[in-house]
């Protein structure tokens, strides 16, 4: 009998770090995603923190280890402990803050001079319920991501607008990297992720 239950499942154990400037929302959007919670009032990470949290998608169980770091520029130094080795990095801004925006730049040019060249990366526009205060202008963020290879998404922590949605669009595309079970243990995807690479650029308002 052919089916679903015949199909090899994979389970894979993918770390994924989150960057941004402080008060963007970073903590309250993985509290959301992670937990189904929000607090009006959210008190600065000191450092980093972590998390976990299983998806499933398909055939393959995506384990995500959850890296939240500070945003405040003292902690700046402590990131490539973070980023290094990360199967998906989430760059955050402020939809209300151009500065914070400028920061989420930033970020994107070290990640790529410094970081891993197969590592997923997504900019995410948060406070998207705060839309009245905006500062930056979305076509501007959006010519920027899709310049830059990165896929696109804004988000509310506050109303849950797109988070799931942007959590299990970097599972399924760690899910897709992720070798099959029966490829040997050593061979990599890395054409194939080269490939996905250049499609990357989606845009959830």
Known sequence: MVGANN????????????????????????????????FDFQESTIGAAFFTQVVSINNTTVKFDIWDTAGQE????????????AAAAIVVYDINTMSSFQKAKKWIEELQRQGNP????????????????????????????????????????????????LFYEIATEVAQ????????????LQSETQERRKKLFCCNT
Do not use: C, W
Not at 9 to 37: E, P, W
Not at 74 to 85: G, Q, T
Not at 177 to 188: D, E, I, L, V, Y
């Open 7 to 38: 199909i090899a499942s994979k389970n894979v154990q993918a770390k994924l770090v989150i960057l941004g400037d402080m008060g963007t929302g970073k903590t309250s959007m993985i509290l959301r995603f992670v937990k189904g919670q929000f």
């Open 74 to 85: 003292r902690y700046h130094s402590l990131a490539p402990m973070y980023y290094r080795a």
């Open 118 to 165: 197969d590592t997923i990366m997504v900019l995410v526009a948060n406070k998207a319920d705060m839309i009245t205060k905006r500062e930056v202008d979305p076509e501007e963020a959006k010519q920027y991501a899709k310049e830059n290879g990165l896929k696109y998404f804004e988000t509310s922590a506050k109303t849950a607008q797109n988070i799931q949605e």
């Open 177 to 188: 990297a992720a070798p099959s079970p029966s490829m040997p243990s050593g061979m990599k």
